[in-house]
T-cell receptor, first 112, second 114 residues
């Protein structure tokens, strides 16, 4: 069955640097992949979606890439700020199903 | 304001006592879904619904029931809760079809089964 892997170790970076988070999946390429932000005790908030035929998507300081050969998506936050500190989740949807499969998330800590 | 609401937000119950967690959305979305979130396991989908009277199992449906009699509501029912259903539950909704993209989550329901 399809699985998603995100780095379970927290990413700790200095303010102003670029944060890069990784999402790897097994088996077949998904129809699309989503990235969410989740703060403690709150529901996830949708950030970006990238489809299987897209290489890159941008939104303000956020950038997502999708490499179907490596079976990997990278999520970048440029000029990171302490307010970007949160857990970031990736999720994918397979073509054949309306199920959404989530990774367990990576915690990002941006130091001032 | 576009939102997904869940009630109750916190619930402590005992094994075997039936409970219902309500979920409602005001965005006229066709697709609704329930997830549970546990430490180290991430979000796991319990059930989802593509439209009224159309529901399907997610990855962890055992011990749960859902119904979709109206477009805006998607209650989660635990007929006989057990301690392994202690978790943080999220309801979510999004548009379906070609725009099956932005998923909106509710604030979560924290359930403790004793």
């Amino acid at each position: 069955s399809q699985k998603i892997e995100q780095n379970s170790e927290a990413l700790n970076i200095q303010e102003g640097k670029t944060a890069t988070l990784t999402c790897n999946y097994t088996n077949y390429s998904p129809a699309y992949l989503q990235w969410y932000r989740q703060d403690p005790g709150r529901g996830p908030v949708f950030l970006l979606l990238i489809r299987e035929n897209e290489k890159e998507k941008r939104k303000e300081r956020l950038k997502v890439t999708f490499d179907t050969t490596l079976k990997q998506s990278l999520f970048h936050i440029t000029a990171s700020q302490p307010a970007d500190s949160a857990t970031y989740l990736c999720a994918l949807k397979m073509d054949s199903s309306y199920k959404l499969i989530f990774g367990s998330g990576t915690r990002l800590l941006v130091r001032p | 304001e576009a939102q997904v609401t869940q009630n109750p937000r916190y619930l402590i119950t005992v094994t075997g006592k039936k409970l219902t967690v309500t979920c409602s959305q005001n965005m006229n979305h066709e697709y609704m879904s329930w997830y549970r979130q546990d430490p180290g396991l991430g979000l796991r989908q319990i059930y989802y619904s593509m439209n009224v009277e159309v529901t399907d199992k997610g990855d962890v449906p055992e011990g749960y029931k859902v119904s979709r009699k109206e477009k805006r509501n998607f209650p989660l029912i635990l007929e006989s809760p057990s301690p392994n259903q202690t978790s943080l539950y999220f309801c979510a909704s999004m548009s379906s079809g070609a725009a099956l993209e932005t998923q909106y989550f509710g604030p979560g329901t924290r359930l403790l089964v004793l």
